[in-house]
């Protein structure tokens, strides 16, 4: 063929739908990126972080014009079943429980024929359910934001509005689903903080983390210098250590230094015979006292005196 037909893409699973669901509202309530940008540029940025942060278990990237019909779809059901459910709230039905009500807005939904099968999307109920798209105030929106909801509505809700039977459900025949609670602009129709309100947030924020940045870094200093100290305090114990060990050893060391003197006597210089004589039997006993201490003494216990 000359030219090759584009395959239409696979069904989304209930896990796309969750993921694009997620990057929907991040975007969508972000107030720095979501506001004054055209709706190219939004569902751009849903492109973007959709393929770029999609689970291992999500294998295939996804168009942007892919992801916008499918959301369309998405909130053009969630709508509807949100517009079901306020009118239930609103009717306050004595006793009912949450299952009951969402029961009865099953019911009423499936009065419109584009949802007699049912509702599709329980998958994704809980997390768009209590977005600001489905507030109840739309007061709020700014004009910017209402051009957009003119010009970009989905598909569904360009449909007849269905009129809810009165024979079939006598007990809901004053209720018709609020197909107008919807509004697919890619933006929230509830005005999320604003601009400067974030710039302010942001800049707190920066603020304090600097302060923190500061005070971790003073800690930091801090345990510096007590390591520090902590080995000065280890240094000068080490250096008393070896100054008392030194003074030990020089009084160690003074009984065998007076002994030297003895020995190192010159016997001949003495005139006294009976002097010469105790000087002599001194020098014997010093003599036989070390020759009898280095035979039971261990190799080595007199390296380090000094000769003489």
Known sequence: MAATARHRSTSYSHEEDKHLCHVYLDISQNPIISINQSRDQFWSHIEAEYNSSKPVTITQDRAKKSLQCRMQIILSAIGKLRGCVRQIENQNPSGASQIDILNRVKVLLEQDKKYDKGFKFDHVWEILKDSEKFGDDHSNATPYRQTQTSNFVSSQANSPATESPTSASPGLSSFSPDINDLSVDGSSSQRPIGVKKAKEKRKVEEHTSAIIDTIKEEQRQVIEILKKNSADRQQNYEIQMLRAQN??????????????????????????????????????????????????APHGFHDDLPEY
């Open 247 to 296: 003074e030990k050893r020089k009084l160690d060391m003074a009984p065998y230094l007076a002994e030297n003197k003895i020995l190192i006597k010159d016997l001949n210089s003495i005139d006294d015979p009976i002097l010469r004589e105790h000087f002599r039997n001194e020098q014997l006993k010093i003599l036989q006292k070390r020759s009898t201490h280095d035979q039971a």
